[in-house]
T-cell receptor
Framework: AQKITQTQPGMFVQEKEAVTLDCTYDTSDQSYGLFWYKQPSSGEMIFLIYQGSYDEQNATEGRYSLNFQKARKSANLVISASQLGDSAMYFCAMRGLRSGYNKLIFGAGTRLAVHP | EAQVTQNPRYLITVTGKKLTVTCSQNMNHEYMSWYRQDPGLGLRQIYYSMNVEVTDKGDVPEGYKVSRKEKRNFPLILESPSPNQTSLYFC?????????????????FGEGSRLTVL
């Protein structure tokens, strides 16, 4: 079965420091995509970053980077230079060949608090 | 502006009173889907549609119906809502993804509809 595991229900970090949010996934697909979404307190889902299973380099988008370790099936999100506006819920998700790419499977989420 | 629009954003209703949550996208996406979000469970897929007149069940379809008569619209219907359907609902869309190589398959989400069933 396909599954996403986020083991950190809550994290906190000091402003301007880096933080890593953990994500491990379980799939037998060879072709899949991994996503991170941010959900601020207002509720909307904001796409942050994507990593394809065939991508050899780690994805980066501004202050966000994805530490992709395929053999370990992990896709950790690294936020550098945290800002107060980064306080939110963060979801890791996967979309794979087995489901015809028709389903985005989500983890339970990690709530990040950035302290001044 | 490219967007997915859901209505209503907030709704309080009573058990058994049929309701429809509308979803519309203006990006010409083939794929649309509904998710519900519950604390500690993340988002779970209710139904999805790969194109007009093509729909299929997700992981938690019980108590819901959908239709896809037009490409841009994908309404979610609760024929007889019950308190366990109290949740935050999201509609999402994307281009149809046929390969995991070189294409993000990013889902664009609506702003969410918070439904309370008393």
């Amino acid at each position: 079965a396909q599954k996403i595991t986020q083991t950190q229900p809550g994290m906190f970090v000091q402003e301007k420091e880096a933080v890593t949010l953990d994500c491990t996934y379980d799939t037998s697909d060879q072709s899949y995509g991994l996503f991170w979404y941010k959900q601020p307190s207002s509720g909307e889902m904001i796409f942050l970053i994507y990593q394809g299973s065939y991508d050899e380099q780690n994805a980066t988008e501004g202050r966000y980077s994805l530490n992709f370790q395929k053999a370990r099936k992990s896709a950790n999100l690294v936020i550098s230079a945290s800002q107060l506006g980064d306080s939110a819920m963060y979801f890791c998700a996967m979309r794979g060949l087995r489901s015809g790419y028709n389903k985005l499977i989500f983890g339970a989420g990690t709530r990040l608090a950035v302290h001044p | 502006e490219a967007q997915v629009t859901q209505n209503p954003r907030y709704l309080i209703t009573v058990t058994g009173k049929k309701l429809t949550v509308t979803c519309s996208q203006n990006m010409n996406h083939e794929y649309m889907s509904w998710y519900r979000q519950d604390p500690g469970l993340g988002l779970r897929q209710i139904y999805y549609s790969m194109n007009v007149e093509v729909t299929d069940k997700g992981d938690v379809p019980e108590g819901y119906k959908v239709s896809r008569k037009e490409k841009r619209n994908f309404p979610l219907i609760l024929e007889s809502p019950s308190p366990n359907q109290t949740s935050l609902y999201f509609c999402a869309s994307s281009f149809r993804m046929t390969s995991g190589v070189g294409y993000t398959g990013e889902l664009f989400f609506g702003e969410g509809s918070r439904l309370t069933v008393l």
